[in-house]
């Protein structure tokens, strides 16, 4: 057994420069001795390369491995926004939504119906985003809109600068991410389509 011991320890200290996957299977004992048969085998490779992209902020180029594994909608749906996929960024915006209305893709639907130029939609789903939205999206869902205005030369507008002051100003959570539980502060309702 301390040998044993002693090999997990060597292998714990090592830096590891890619992901793996450890298997440990305890085979039937052979008399006194208990047979373990241990498989390391790397993971996918885009499962480090989509760690490095995370930390770098390239969302563009996330879009293909996490249409790959399937395991950050959010993220992607905000990429095809980036990508001028508007209405993929839509839909799957709306999907989230209707699994967990207090997301941020409330915010991404509004970035991508500004991309289709439709502002009034895009400031219906702002303004839901703003009281409905349970994490923490100031300032960057303000600095997401002004990057993304100035990226693509949306020309100026009082529906642009009625955005821009929505999401200027910072206001408290009404949900707590850590443990799932509303705020007593109250929330406007709003009633709406997610067509």
């Known amino acids: 057994m ?8 060597i292998n714990t200290n ?10 440990i299977d305890f085979n039937e004992p052979l008399g006194n ?30 879009v293909p491995i996490l249409e790959k594994f399937g395991n950050d909608d959010a993220t992607l749906a905000y990429g095809y ?10 839909k799957l915006a709306n999907s ?4 967990e209305i207090m997301s941020v893709a409330h915010m991404t639907k509004g970035l991508a119906y500004i991309g289709l130029g439709d502002n009034k939609k895009a400031y219906e789903a702002y303004l839901l985003g703003v009281d409905a939205c349970g994490y923490e999206w100031y300032p960057v869902a303000r600095d997401n809109l002004l990057e993304f205005i100035k990226k693509h030369n949306i ?41």
Request: glycine share 2%; aromatic share 8%; hydrophobic share 40%.
């Open 14 to 23: 090592l830096d590891l420069l890619f992901k793996s996957s450890v298997e």
């Open 81 to 90: 926004v980036l990508n001028g996929q508007f209405d993929e960024a839509i």
């Open 33 to 62: 001795l208990q047979v373990i048969t241990i498989k390391v085998t790397q993971a996918d490779e885009d499962w480090n390369r989509m760690e490095n992209l995370y930390i770098s902020n390239d969302y563009l180029n996330l």
């Open 155 to 195: 020309t100026a507008s009082n529906e642009i600068s009625n955005l821009e002051k929505l999401l200027s100003i910072k206001r408290k959570l009404n949900y707590n991410p850590n443990n799932g539980h509303l705020k007593k502060s109250p929330i406007r309702v709003f009633l709406c389509s997610t067509e």
């Open 96 to 99: 989230i939504i209707k699994q």
């Open 2 to 9: 301390e040998v044993c011991w002693k090999l997990l320890e």
